[in-house]
């Protein structure tokens, strides 16, 4: 069974950064993909960014792209996402998830970025 726990959600003045952290524990592999979803009340929720376990090349949301940056540690089997210059916009509830033949999700951090 696997289980993940997320981290460093919070409120933040636009323009500011967060760190969010996502730690998983049971049967993950270094080729397993993690990353991030988001949704936002009254709308779907969305990819924001992915990246395998070991490293290696990431994905991005376009709306995301450059503000971002997704990492992981194999050791730790933990997934990090920096977020900077945070807008408005990206208010919203954050889940981590990793594909381990079906998906699992983290319990959600809230993201609160003010005007």
């Known amino acids: 069974q696997v289980q993940l726990v997320e981290s460093g959600g919070g409120l933040v003045q636009a323009g500011g950064s967060l760190r969010l952290s996502c730690a998983a524990s049971?049967?993950?592999?270094?080729?397993?993909?993690m990353g991030w979803y988001r949704q936002a009340p009254g709308k779907q929720r969305e990819l924001v960014a992915r990246?395998?376990?070991?490293?290696?090349?990431?994905n991005y949301a376009d709306s995301v792209q450059g503000r971002f940056t997704i990492s992981s540690d194999n050791a730790k089997k933990t997934v990090y996402l920096q977020m900077n210059s945070l807008k408005p916009e990206d208010t919203a509830v954050y889940y981590c998830?990793?594909?381990?033949?079906?998906?699992?999700w983290g319990q959600g951090t809230q993201v609160t970025v003010s005007s």
């Open positions: 990246i395998t376990i070991r490293g290696g090349s990431a």
């Open positions: 049971g049967s993950i592999s270094s080729s397993t993909t």
């Open positions: 998830y990793a594909l381990v033949g079906t998906i699992r």
